[in-house]
């Protein structure tokens, strides 16, 4: 009989005896180790029945006996990555809360020891990270020896893996896990190029993951919304599962704060300028716009070398409040399709001036032209003019319709204020844009959302269509990815600000163009709730200047509106000019109709060119007037106190004149049609005027563009 | 001396017992003060007169003395009680308590067993811990004759009289366990399984388990507090409770196996009792056998190994004795089951007290001892000795090497008696002079448990599978 044979007899007459009477199954085991105390079965079943009880500590005694005592045995290293694997996923089931338990019993030594192990023993990256990751959160010491290799040889996994965006499961690791260990041992003494580098591989990695677009199934978020969320950036942290990671695992909370935690470090570590740890992104512009000033004044040499810290951080501040600023103004880009309700906004010039009188108005426009076409020519030197005009501007915002715009305004100007900043010396520019390369941010929608408004907002308008250009071809392929067909009000918002800038460019008819455009995919909403609407803003409209800029929702409903403003601003100049078009005058006073009685000094103005000119002919005109008070004053144009006005409204109704001048009686027949035309339009007073107006929009597309130069 | 003595017999005997307890007190007080040596001497005259007017014992032919009246008694008890509680210095305490209650040899000493019982009994029932600790050190010093006796008093007292009151005895352990280690040593050699009211009591048992699974190191405390160079007499009670347990874990299946005989000709069977026992049993086995393991780390810290036969041959060849005796009662065929576990046990018990030093015999020497019990297979793997293997790495199972990351609780058996360097030959081994191997260990005393087996000694046969 072998020692073998014994050692068999001795396990096998333990493991019959488990189920029946567990302690003599042990009594066995002991004996059976004094005997073969060099026999591993029989400290590996002494083990199992621990294990299998779950009790920790002599699991663990009798683990830290089996893994000095025989290293090399492959089940003591199924069982160590067992165990291991336990401390690597965050499951709270009772068995992996076991061999958690049983790990801890280990002595440290022994726990280190096995984490290298189990290191050595992974062949997917991932998994040999989070293991080594272990080691490096238990024993902080081992931080100086393997931390940077760590980090780099996930940065290595991601290039070698060719992942596509930056929110992936190593860069998570690296910047979530990895490096916080790096920055904050007290022993690592790291070059200021490395720490920028990882800062700057931080940022990415937080910035894209808030800005990632939500996954696909809307259940999730739906979920989530009720929550009531104010900030953005808060709690949609959820949505995203990152590949390669569980869906617990994946949840980054506070990111941005995370991200300006991390600033702080690495800002201490390099040993910044006025850097003390900036508590909120605006403090952090405040002391990088301080320092800027106070560098430009002094040495060239001095400059360069905050250059990177005013860059690392302006940067930060810019994409932190150009985030927030674009998911209030677009909602849906972040919060999925459970947001859908919530509407765009979208930033326009503002034309509730539209009704003032066109006189002034015509200077004005002039002026306004030649400086948006002059800024396009000649950029450089006549940047600052612009600048200056658009530091000025002023957006209205209805804010019972947004509860937080003044939050949202001042991330926009902040936004823009870093902006500025970055682009205020060759030096930051430069540098800001290698940033903006490696990170390829030209390919973020988001953010040329809000590069555009911002251009807009510095009034180079024709920068800004070349700017909304570049934002649909980005929204086309967003759209090809997640074949959403969400996107309907997010087009309609490009082509009216294309619409907006066009006007303010006077390219009049492209603008009514576009427009048009629009107007065809809106619907006509009820009168009077548009008019409420309207009644609310008026107070206030008036006491502003023709330059101001306006954020509305992108509905049908406040579109709508802001569309008709804009038709009328396009033709009104036309309409009044000394020459005669009666066909602009007509539209104007089509278009006058809307928040009529806004519009009576031009329908008046519009009369008194009538008069003047003695005949007027707009054959549209009973298909689309309904005004009461209009109606009545075309009725008493005609009479002889109105001055006997030539009024050919009817269709056709020139020819007919023309025709029939020399028989007496036919005119009396035409008089007739008129009578009876005009009787039929009052009783047509109660339609809904946007309904008559959008008809309007849509029959006479055609000739409204074409009636524009 | 005469003259306390007469002033003593005009007392009443309550007053005059205190006297003598004040005369004790302030003469072994003033001596312990005076005297350089180790123990002053008790002188003749003091002894006298406690036990005429303690444990009143007539000294004199014409003067009967006053007995107590048991209110009496019981208000002397309470003094003794409040006595020893409040006495600070532990050295007058002991002196006082071995005075009173060390066996003399003379009549008194039944009064003196009398009174003792009664004042530990009352110790544990009101939990005066110095009396106890005093009581442990008299149960190692005493004769294990009288100490099952004491046993026997409070096991009267605490199991059979008041069986209510058992928790509190049960709650002890965690007072004085010191005392407590010794009371298992005791009702282990009380309850021998001999007859049926040598059977330890069920509530005893579990309370024993409770005890020892709770802290396995309470069956070491005795022999890790006494100090080696300590002469213990003749007779007195084992160092640990081990060999004791040992035997009831083997003995109890063919004991209880026995009673199920008596039970099914009574006609009533008690089989669920029974498996209750038998897990109680199995675990206070497997104790015995931790212990052992405990006891291996202990020795060789201390350098003990191969030195100190903490279980003695001559205990472990009756031990064997009984167990074959019991199975030449037992029908083979009905009981073979029991026989078998008995035989388990007590091959698994002599594997690991050998492997672990604590039984200092020869597998030769084994064999001869286990010649006439029957058949078991460990037992014959044991009696042979593991098949030598060319050794690996280490050899031993080493088990003191883990570092102790999770202190326990403060452990009583921690500060051993700092005198091991020189090691003088232990009383227990003197006083039970053991088999060849001593010589051989002394001189390799880091060599592991298998060094007791010599790879020359193969066995002949080897088990039946």
């Known amino acids: 009989m072998s020692a073998q044979g014994d050692c068999e007899f001795l396990v096998k007459r333990a493991r019959e005896l488990v189920p029946q009477d567990p302690y003599a199954a042990k009594a066995w085991l002991i004996t059976a180790r004094t005997l073969y105390p060099t026999d591993f079965n029989i400290q590996y079943e002494m083990y199992s029945i621990e294990r299998n009880a779950e009790r920790t500590a002599s699991a663990g005694r009798l683990l830290y006996d089996i893994f000095v005592n025989f290293p090399e045995q492959p089940v003591v290293w199924r069982e160590i990555a067992v165990i291991t694997a336990a401390l690597r996923n965050d499951s709270q089931d009772k068995h992996a809360q076991f061999l958690k338990g049983v790990f801890e019993t280990l002595p440290g030594p022994v726990q280190c020891k096995m984490l290298l192990k189990a290191t050595e023993q992974c062949f997917n990256t991932l998994e040999k990270a989070e293991m080594l990751l272990l080691l490096l959160k238990r024993f902080p010491e081992s931080v100086v020896q393997h931390g940077v290799s760590l980090g780099e040889s996930l940065l290595e996994a991601e290039t070698v893996e060719d992942l596509d965006t930056p929110v992936n499961c190593f860069r998570k690791l690296f910047v979530c896990d990895v490096l916080p260990l790096i920055l ?509 107006l959008h008809r309007f929009c849509i029959n006479e597309k055609i000739i409204l563009i074409q009636s524009l130069p | 001396m005469s003259d306390i003595r007469h002033a003593l017999l005009r007392r009443d005997p309550l007053s005059a017992a205190k006297e003598v307890l004040y005369h004790l007190d302030i003469s072994l007080g003033s001596a312990l003060q005076s005297s350089s040596g180790p123990t002053p001497g008790l002188e003749k005259s003091t002894v006298d007169l406690v036990e005429e007017f303690i444990f009143h014992v007539p000294k004199d032919r014409n003067i009967q003395p006053k007995r107590m009246s048991c209110v009496q008694e019981l208000q002397l008890l309470e003094i003794m009680c409040s006595y020893f509680q409040e006495q600070s210095k532990d050295s007058i305490r002991q002196i006082i308590f071995s005075a009173l209650f060390s066996l003399q040899g003379n009549k008194a000493d039944e009064s003196r067993m009398a009174m003792l019982g009664k004042l530990v009994s009352m110790a544990i029932a009101v939990c005066r811990v110095p009396i106890l600790e005093c009581a442990s050190t008299w149960l190692q010093r005493t004769h294990s004759a009288w100490c099952v006796r004491l046993a026997q008093v409070l096991m009267d007292d605490y199991c059979t009289l008041v069986p209510c009151a058992f928790s509190t005895l049960q709650n002890i352990c965690s007072a004085s366990p010191r005392f407590c280690c010794q009371l298992i040593t005791a009702v282990t050699a009380l309850y021998d399984f001999s007859s049926d009211e040598l059977t330890p009591p069920p509530a005893l048992l579990e309370m024993l388990v409770g005890w020892i699974t709770e802290d396995p190191r309470l069956l070491l405390l005795t022999f890790i507090n006494t100090p080696l160079n300590s002469s213990l007499p003749l007779g007195c009670l084992e160092i640990t409770p081990l060999l004791g347990l040992l035997r009831w874990c083997v003995k109890a299946p063919l004991a209880y196996q026995r009673g199920r005989k008596l039970a099914l000709t009574n006609g009533h069977g008690e089989s669920e009792k029974g498996t209750a026992h038998e897990e109680l049993y199995s675990k206070l086995h497997l104790s015995v056998l931790q212990v052992f393991l405990m006891l291996q780390v202990h020795m060789t810290e201390q350098n003990l190994i191969g030195r100190l036969a903490v279980l003695p041959v001559e205990s472990v060849a009756t031990l064997v004795e009984e167990v074959s005796r019991l199975c030449e009662k037992l029908t083979p065929l009905s009981a073979a089951n029991h026989i078998q576990l008995a035989l388990d046990r007590l091959a698994q018990a002599l594997q690991v007290a050998m492997a672990t030093g604590a039984l200092l015999c020869a597998r030769e020497d084994l064999r001869t001892l286990c010649s006439r019990l029957p058949h078991n297979n460990l037992l014959q793997l044991v009696m042979s000795g593991p098949v030598v293997q060319p050794p690996p790495h280490s050899g031993a199972f080493q088990p003191n090497m883990y570092p102790h990351i999770h202190s326990g609780r403060p452990s009583p058996l921690s500060p051993h008696s700092p005198h091991q360097s020189t090691l003088p030959p232990h009383p227990v081994l003197s006083a039970h002079p053991t088999h060849r191997p001593i010589t051989a260990h002394t001189t390799h005393p880091s060599l592991s448990p298998h060094a007791f087996h010599p790879a020359a000694m193969a066995f002949p046969y080897r088990p039946i599978r």
């Open chain 1, 184 to 692: 904050n041992n007290p022993e690592m003494c790291l070059p200021v190029s490395l720490l920028y580098k990882y800062m700057h591989k931080a940022a990415e990695f937080y910035i894209c993951y808030v800005t990632k677009e939500p996954s696909a199934d809307g259940q999730i978020q739906g979920s989530q919304e009720v929550g009531g969320l104010k900030s953005p950036g808060r709690g949609r942290s959820q949505h995203v599962v990152i590949d390669g990671l569980s869906e617990k695992s994946s949840v980054v909370t506070e990111p941005w704060e995370r991200l300006l935690e991390m600033l702080c470090v690495v800002g201490s570590l390099c040993d910044w300028q006025g850097e003390k740890g900036s508590r909120s992104y605006s403090e952090l512009l405040q002391r990088v716009t301080e320092l800027c000033r106070y560098m430009s004044a002094a040495d060239g040499e001095g400059f360069s070398r905050c250059c990177g810290q005013i860059v690392t951080c302006c940067s930060l501040v810019l994409f932190h409040c150009a985030f927030h600023y674009v998911s209030a103004v677009q909602p849906s880009l972040f919060q999925g399709h459970g947001a859908l309700s919530a509407s765009p906004w979208v930033l326009l010039e503002d034309l509730s001036s539209v009704y003032t009188d066109v006189e002034v108005e015509r200077k004005h426009a002039h002026k306004k032209r030649k400086l948006a076409d002059g800024r396009e020519k000649t950029m450089s030197s006549d940047d600052e003019d612009g600048l200056a005009k658009g530091r000025g501007r002023h957006i209205v915002v209805n804010n019972t319709e947004m509860s937080s715009w003044t939050e949202t305004l001042e991330h926009f100007r902040t936004a823009r204020e870093s902006w500025d900043l970055l682009h205020s010396h060759q030096s930051l520019e430069t540098e800001f844009a290698k940033i903006c390369s490696a990170w390829k941010t030209e390919m973020w929608l988001w953010f040329r959302i809000f590069l555009t408004d911002m251009i807009i907002y510095q009034g180079q308008y024709r920068k800004s269509l070349s700017s909304l250009a570049l934002m649909s071809s980005l929204q086309n392929q967003q759209n090809q990815n997640s074949l959403s067909n969400s996107s309907n009000l997010e087009t309609h918002r490009a082509i009216i600000q294309q619409a907006s800038c066009h006007y303010a460019l006077g390219e009049y008819r492209m603008a009514c163009e576009k427009l048009l455009e629009v107007v065809a995919g809106l619907t006509p909403q009820n009168q009077d709730a548009v008019k409420s609407i309207e009644e609310q803003r008026k107070p206030r409209s008036k006491a502003r200047k023709g330059n101001d800029l306006r954020l509305v929702p992108c509905t049908s409903k406040s579109i709508l509106p802001f569309c008709l403003q804009l038709m009328l601003a396009c033709f009104k100049l036309r309409a009044f000019t000394d020459n005669r078009d009666d066909l602009a005058l007509g539209h104007v006073i089509v278009l006058l109709q809307h928040d009529w009685p806004q519009g009576e000094n031009l329908f008046l103005k519009a009369v008194d060119k009538i008069c003047q000119q003695g005949s007027f002919q707009y054959e549209n005109f009973f298909n689309y007037v309904t005004n009461i008070d209009m109606l009545e004053e075309f009725a008493y144009l005609r009479t002889t106190e109105g001055g006997r006005v030539q009024l050919e409204l009817l269709p056709n109704q020139g020819m007919l004149i023309k025709h029939h001048t020399v028989t007496r009686g036919i005119t009396k027949g035409v008089k007739e049609d008129f009578r009876l035309a005009m009787e039929r339009q009052v009783s047509r007073c109660g339609e809904n005027l946007f309904t008559v």
